[in-house]
């Protein structure tokens, strides 16, 4: 498998063990559809081997560790099971001792499908794979998803209540650092010159790098549920791109509420979905598609950034044109779209940002900066600064 693939689940039981050459943590945590878990009691580790449909095996040391899943009896309210893994080691990154996670049906011993994250550096844990539900099926999609913070990052993400004394000098420098950037503007830059203010009452608009459009239609606020796409090509004479779409939302002091990507398709209860696999839309085809309900998104958050990343490090010089474009999901009508037409050599690039205006109305601004980031949690620094 390669990350953010995934495959359907032949066998009600599975089991997932990861390996690496050194001994490593491995545990699962139960997610309701908020990608949150329900209480600890969701956090099932060599500490808590069991929860409902889901047991922990240890190796021993002598062999991997195991999360094995039986879906029948997983809880209806619970979305997915992410396996996790971290070196025992403290301190250990992942750099050079790649783990392998293999996919079993845990009756049968038959190997499903195996995964191996690629090209890991000051990773402390990771979430290497996920058993999910989707229409009423179980699947496993491999993630590799790093954090530098070890298995407690993770496990405070997902809703885990840690303590540890580590953690306490950790944490004030970052309500600290927000104050020190001013508070989001009223509006975001000024559009290209002789543009004027742009919205969509003349139809479909057509964005340059820091232009920015209303998103206003017959003199009334766009506040339905739109899609954004996300798209790009290979280069000529180039191998497949893999590349994956996020967006990050952001509080009025650019602070980092969530975000929604391929290992957390959903943020904002609801109001923002990731679809998770490559669709074709009207025109060009999407890549990827990302569903954000306008009218829905909290109070609190006053900011969209659109990313996109190459986890696998192809740099965007490999592109030969990347493109947003932002759909009305009633009608199916593209608002607007943005055409990338200058690549660099990097691994991230921010698409496009919403803000939402005092006025209640979002404004939608182009960007196309690039940044070093594989990852979508290496975009929210930089696309804090974009807002």
């Keep these: 498998m390669t990350p953010g693939s995934n495959i359907p689940l032949s066998a009600a039981r599975v089991t997932v063990d990861v390996a690496a050459p050194v001994r490593l943590d491995v545990s699962g945590l139960l997610l309701t559809g908020d990608g949150k878990v329900r209480s600890d009691d969701d956090f099932i580790f060599y500490n808590q081997p069991s929860g409902p449909g889901v047991t922990y095996r240890s190796g021993g040391g002598t062999a991997p560790d195991a999360i ?11 979305e997915k099971i992410v396996v996790t893994a971290s070196p025992d080691a403290a301190g250990q990154t992942f750099q050079g001792i790649e783990p392998t996670a293999t996919i079993r049906d845990a009756d049968g011993g ?115 549920q739109v899609r954004m796409g996300l798209g790009w090509e290979p280069a000529f004479r180039g191998g497949d791109i893999d590349l994956d779409a996020s967006v990050i939302a952001y509080g009025p002091q650019r602070n980092h509420v969530d975000s929604c990507y391929f290992g957390k398709l959903t943020i904002l209860k609801g109001a923002v979905k990731h679809s998770g696999d490559n669709l074709t839309g009207e025109g060009a085809g999407d890549d990827e598609v990302i569903v954000v309900d306008l009218g829905r998104i909290p109070q609190e958050v006053t900011g969209l950034v659109f990313t996109v990343n190459s986890f696998s490090g192809q740099k965007f010089t490999d592109v030969a044109k990347a493109y947003c474009r932002l759909v009305d ?35 939608m601004t182009a960007l196309g900066d690039f940044v070093k980031a594989r990852t979508v949690r290496n975009m929210v620094d930089p696309g804090a600064k974009a807002l």
């Design 68 to 78: 094995t899943v039986d879906t029948a009896a997983v809880p209806p309210g619970i």
């Design 110 to 224: 038959a190997v499903l499908a195996t995964f191996t994250p690629p090209q890991l550096g000051t990773e402390t844990a990771l979430v290497v794979v996920e058993i999910y539900r989707r229409g009423g099926q179980w699947k496993a999609r491999a993630v590799g998803q790093g954090y530098a913070n070890g298995l407690a990052g993770i496990a405070t993400d997902f809703g885990v209540t840690v303590e540890e004394p580590a953690a306490a000098p950790a944490a004030p420098p970052q309500p600290t650092a927000p104050p020190v950037a001013p508070p989001m503007p009223a509006a975001p830059p000024a559009p290209a010159p002789g543009s004027g203010k742009i919205n969509l009452d003349k139809g479909r608009v057509s964005l340059q790098k820091n232009q920015t459009v209303s998103l206003v239609k017959g003199g009334r606020p766009l506040l339905s």
């Design 329 to 363: 999901a009633a009608t199916e009508e593209e608002l607007v779209r943005f055409d990338l037409t200058q690549a660099e050599p990097q691994t991230g690039v921010m698409m496009a940002k919403l803000i939402r205006q005092y006025s209640g109305e979002w404004e």
